[in-house]
């Protein structure tokens, strides 16, 4: 009986081994049927999932001009808090634009660790669940849930390195829906991806849209070559995971949200009369015309419109 157990465990274990090595490249039908314990659906909606943006108090209202004036909206009152659980001090705005909200944070005291790296801020329905489905489906906590002015946060980290803050509001908001939802572009290794994957949809409740193995190089600013490319939605919204060797040149990277557009060339014409810069010029994919900018205060976007949905 022992050995039988034995040899059954081995056959498992090869099995699985074989398995996952054949998948390492793509995220297969396969590997999105694996067994993943159930979590709480905490998400909320794309518009309240904010891209965070860090800049200097010098360069506050001019980036937050700039923001309103390429792509329209409101925002919020402006104040002074402590958005940390240890003490800091920071400017911040609420940017609602029609195609992405925008969290601005202005630090008059040095940005205690490890603020300023994480990406998006989700919205989500229970605190307390949100961190039990983090952890259950791979995810890190690096800040535990603290208290905030208007409720509660904390700062979660995806396999392969991904930073993302959910926050919880005692007074639920209200926003209106999007007309064009940003997408969090996120640049991840080859070694890392699945895991990434499978983590984020076992959390977002979300579900592959594409997972595409020879993607045009020239999105990574990589012409001559291709690169794998999955796009990904949830109640959380767009993201697009980009797999890469990590040899990209610059801006790519940098950017952490794209934001799209019904017309990108009046879009451009606005974002460069706000005082944005080009740092890669329009080109066209069969998918979508794009451009990289970057915002007065250091801001970096993608922008595009979709050609072919």
């Given amino acids: 009986m022992r050995l039988k157990k034995i040899l059954a465990g081995t056959s498992v274990a090869i099995f699985l081994t074989i398995g996952f090595a054949c998948e390492s490249r793509y995220f297969s039908s396969f590997a999105q049927s694996l067994p993943i314990a159930k979590t709480a659906d905490v998400a909320v909606g794309p518009q ?18 700039s923001l309103i004036a390429t792509f329209g909206g409101t925002t919020a009152k402006q104040g002074v808090f402590t958005v940390t659980p240890t003490p800091s001090s920071t400017m911040s705005q609420l940017v ?23 990406r998006t801020g989700y919205l989500v329905t229970d605190m307390d669940e949100a961190i039990r489905a983090a952890k259950t489906t791979g995810a890190d906590v690096l ?17 392969g390195g991904v930073n993302t803050q959910l926050y919880w509001h005692t007074t639920a908001p209200s926003y209106a829906p999007l007309q064009g ?10 070694d890392r991806a699945d895991a990434f994957v499978s983590s984020f949809l076992a959390f977002s409740h979300g579900s592959v849209v594409s997972d595409e193995p020879r993607a045009p190089g020239v999105e990574i600013g990589r012409p001559a070559e291709t690169y794998r490319r999955l796009r990904i939605k949830s109640k959380f919204g767009k993201l697009t995971a980009l797999v890469t060797d990590g040899r990209l040149p610059y801006p790519y990277g940098r950017e952490t949200t794209g934001y799209e557009v019904t017309n990108l ?14 740092l890669v010029p329009p080109y066209k994919t069969d998918e979508r015309e794009a451009v990289v900018v970057q915002f007065p205060g250091g801001y970096i976007a993608e922008i595009h419109s979709v050609t072919k949905r």
Avoid: C
């Fill in 48 to 65: 309240y999932d904010t891209t965070h943006v860090y800049v200097a108090p010098q360069d506050f209202d001019r980036f937050v001009a």
């Fill in 96 to 118: 609602m634009t029609p195609v992405g909200t925008v969290s601005v944070f202005g630090f008059k005291t040095p940005v205690p660790y490890p603020f300023g790296l994480e």
């Fill in 265 to 278: 060339t009046d879009t451009l014409t606005k974002a460069k009369a706000s005082g944005v810069d080009v």
């Fill in 181 to 190: 939802i940003p997408e969090n572009r996120v640049y991840v290794s080859l």
């Fill in 143 to 159: 800040v535990a849930a603290f208290n905030d002015p208007i409720g509660q946060d904390a700062i979660i980290q995806w396999p």
